[in-house]
Nanobody
Framework: QVRLVESGGGLVQPGGSLRLSCVASGLSFRPLSMDWFRQTPGNQRELVASLSRGSSIPYYADSVKGRFTIPPNKDAYTVHLQMNNLKPEDTAVYYC???????WGQGTQVTVSS
């Protein structure tokens, strides 16, 4: 059974940092990419960052570029999201996703508020 499990969400003040982690288990081969999405109530899930298989250059959405990073990681089935200088508009449920094969994690809440 394939599982993607996120951790690291929580409440943080504006300007603070959080590090999300996603561990994938049960996959028989490395996915085409490991991705981070986020979703706020009433809105579609938004792609935040993605790291493709065989690439060392992650993709970042313009809204997070310069603040969020996917740190290098030798484990092909683990992906982190380092979030710095967080803003209230970053508040959302963050989901880990694997592409090809497609699986979703259960999501972790990130709340940025003073």
């Amino acid at each position: 059974q394939v599982r993607l499990v996120e951790s690291g969400g929580g409440l943080v003040q504006p300007g603070g940092s959080l590090r999300l982690s996603c561990v994938a288990s049960g996959l028989s081969f490395r996915p085409l990419s490991m991705d981070w999405f986020r979703q706020t109530p009433g809105n579609q899930r938004e792609l935040v960052a993605s790291l493709s298989r065989g690439s060392s250059i992650p993709y970042y959405a313009d809204s997070v570029k310069g603040r969020f990073t996917i740190p290098p990681n030798k484990d092909a089935y683990t992906v982190h999201l380092q979030m710095n200088n967080l803003k209230p508009e970053d508040t959302a449920v963050y989901y880990c996703h694997s592409t090809d094969p497609d699986y979703w994690g259960q999501g972790t809440q990130v709340t940025v508020s003073s």
